[in-house]
């Protein structure tokens, strides 16, 4: 098939937020700019269906303290020096979003986009973002899939195809930022648009560029499993949660039980609450896995409340309080990733990368409304630091063989015939499956053993016959194979951690274990397979006490 050649001085992958302020920032410096999404700019993405909060040294908020509680929150495992930079231009940073037409009400200690409504408040972001993004003139490659990267030894491009027509592209770039996102589709319990598989993981990896801190997945800890409606992440108000609606299956209030302090559920102790409700599930006072909430003693006062309209906007036709409603953790965020530095260099040169497809901001637990703070202050900063790579690089050519050679991936999921075996839909769900059963909020060696063994099974009898005919099933193809290798990424990482930190929670090693522990895993990829290494961390200014 022929393929389509383009080319551009910065290529971002991703319109996330991080790809478009990446964007944005990049055009800024006068260089030509292109923008590929998978989907329209914008859409199917984290940061448009996210609650659009922000967390800042806004109000009595100082930096100091962000820095702490960035740091402490993520339990000592953050790389101390992107931290600073998070913290140092978080609110010059937010502020400037202003000039590209994004509105923001500023709290203390947070900021967020306002007039947008659940379940895409971050529409107030996203769409500003693509509408000036295209105003001074980023060029857009939407309903593409990248598929690989392109190196001579620097990275120079990318190749992908078009997901509605077909057609195959390869981009010759002078600079390539990677901005596209987590992979929380690899668990059954999530609260991700479906596309979001990891897709920047698989590139680098293959590349064999480091990954960091894969075993650290976010789960929310409360999200909607009620059997034939959606999962939605629910931030519960305090009000209600303090009522003993969180009960297991002996109507226990499981907050008074724990001693959980609901003023921290969705900012700095998403871990805690998370383990803990996974724990109840798991010592078998949940139903199947999930726990419910109990509405029915909401006082009148409470009925209205705009939580309780949202709830039953979205489980249309569900008494609410009548009966209780199913709920349980989701995989929320990815928090591992890319390693970069402080100017969003990753190992390879001319490669950047910035927002969840990046590791090491929040160390082995997030802070709420961090990761959107992260897209902005890293997206800008990559955009900056690729556009100065792009203008002192020289246009380079693309090797047609390596061209050719790349895009054979989706050739031959093209070429493949259709059988039940190689179903995209069914390896997706299995995948989905074993993490969540094996490799979720709690796990131990024996589980991820095992995890590993049948993932291991499902790629040597699934993946040689994964196939997609039109260009739409070959994207869901193809995510399937990148969805299993980023699975067996976070087994291997959270196999390695013999500890418990943060939202890495081994039943078998149940407390942290500062003494062996302060390490990063890295994974790189090596002939024999998953190569797994540790690095202390970087600490630039908080030390363990
Ligand atoms: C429901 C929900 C609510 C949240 N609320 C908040 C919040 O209020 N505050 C906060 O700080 N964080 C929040 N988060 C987390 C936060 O939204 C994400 O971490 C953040 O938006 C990630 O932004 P990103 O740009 O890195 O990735 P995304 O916004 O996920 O964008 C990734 C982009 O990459 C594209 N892409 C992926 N693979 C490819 C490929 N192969 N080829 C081409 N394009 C590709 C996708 O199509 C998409 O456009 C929330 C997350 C969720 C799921």
């Not at 203390?108 to 973002?129: E, N, T, Y």
């Not at 896995?289 to 409470?302: G, V």
């Not at 709920?327 to 990368?353: K, S």
Request: with cysteine; glycine share 10%.
């Amino acid at each position: 098939m022929a393929v389509k050649a383009i080319d551009t001085d910065v290529l971002v992958i991703g319109g996330g937020g991080a790809g478009l302020r990446a964007s944005i920032e990049a055009r800024r410096q006068g260089v030509e700019v292109l923008l590929a999404s998978k989907t329209l700019a914008g859409l199917a993405s984290c940061s448009i269906f996210s609650g659009g909060a922000f967390t800042a040294a806004f109000g009595t908020m100082t930096k100091e303290n962000h820095f702490r509680t960035t740091i402490t929150t993520g339990k000592l495992i953050n790389d101390q020096g992107l931290v600073e930079v998070l913290v140092d231009e978080a609110v010059s940073r937010l502020l400037e979003l202003r000039e590209f037409g994004v509105k923001l009400s500023i709290g203390d200690g947070s900021c967020r986009v306002v007039d947008c409504s659940f379940p895409m408040q971050g529409a107030g972001l996203i769409h500003p973002l693509v509408k000036y993004a295209r105003s001074i003139g980023v060029k857009m490659l939407e309903n593409t899939m990248i598929t690989d990267l392109l190196s001579n030894g620097t990275a120079n491009g990318a190749v992908g195809f078009n997901v509605l027509s077909g057609e195959r592209v390869a981009i010759g770039a002078k600079a390539v930022v990677l901005a596209t996102g987590g992979a929380s589709q690899i668990y059954r319990r999530n609260d991700n648009p479906v596309r979001m598989t990891g897709d920047g993981y698989v590139m680098a990896y293959e590349l064999g560029l480091p990954l960091i801190d894969m075993e650290f997945v976010q789960c929310l800890p409360t999200g909607t499993a009620e059997p034939g409606y959606p999962m939605f992440m629910l931030l519960i108000p305090l009000a209600i949660l303090e009522l003993g609606v969180l009960q297991n299956i002996k109507g226990e209030d499981i907050v008074r039980k724990h001693g959980l302090n609901p003023k921290l559920v969705y900012s700095t102790h998403r871990d805690v609450w998370t383990n803990t409700i996974a724990k109840e599930i798991y010592e078998g006072r949940g139903e199947g896995d999930t726990i419910l909430l109990n509405l029915a003693k909401l006082p009148e006062s409470l009925q209205k409340h705009p939580f309780i309209q949202s709830l039953s906007e979205l489980l249309k036709g569900f008494p609410l309080l009548e009966k209780p409603v199913h709920v349980t953790p989701l995989a929320h965020t990815f928090i591992g990733g890319i390693q970069i530095n402080e100017n969003c260099e990753t190992a390879l040169p001319g490669l950047f990368a910035a927002g969840e497809a990046t590791g090491g901001v929040h160390g082995a637990n997030r802070v709420g409304g961090s990761a959107l703070t992260e897209c902005v202050v890293f997206g800008a900063r990559s955009g900056k630091c690729a556009a100065e790579k792009a203008k002192t690089t020289p246009k380079k050519t693309v090797d047609e063989r390596q061209v050719e050679q790349k895009l054979e991936r989706v050739d031959e999921v093209v070429g493949r015939e259709a059988s039940s075996m190689g179903s995209p839909e069914l390896v997706r769900s299995r995948i989905q499956e074993i993490m969540w059963g094996k490799a979720g909020v709690i796990r131990s060696q024996q589980s991820l053993i095992e995890a590993k063994e049948a993932l291991t099974q499902l790629r040597e009898e699934r993946l040689p016959r994964v196939y997609g005919k039109k260009p739409h099933e070959a994207m869901e193809a193809l995510e399937a194979t990148n969805l299993l290798l980023v699975a067996s990424l976070v087994v291997e990482a959270a196999l390695t951690r013999t500890e418990s930190r943060g939202v890495h929670y081994r039943i078998d090693y149940p407390d942290p274990d500062d003494k062996n522990w302060l390490q990063h895993i890295m994974l790189t990829k090596k002939f024999e397979g998953i190569g797994v290494e540790t690095r202390p961390v970087k600490i630039t200014k908080l030390s363990p006490s």
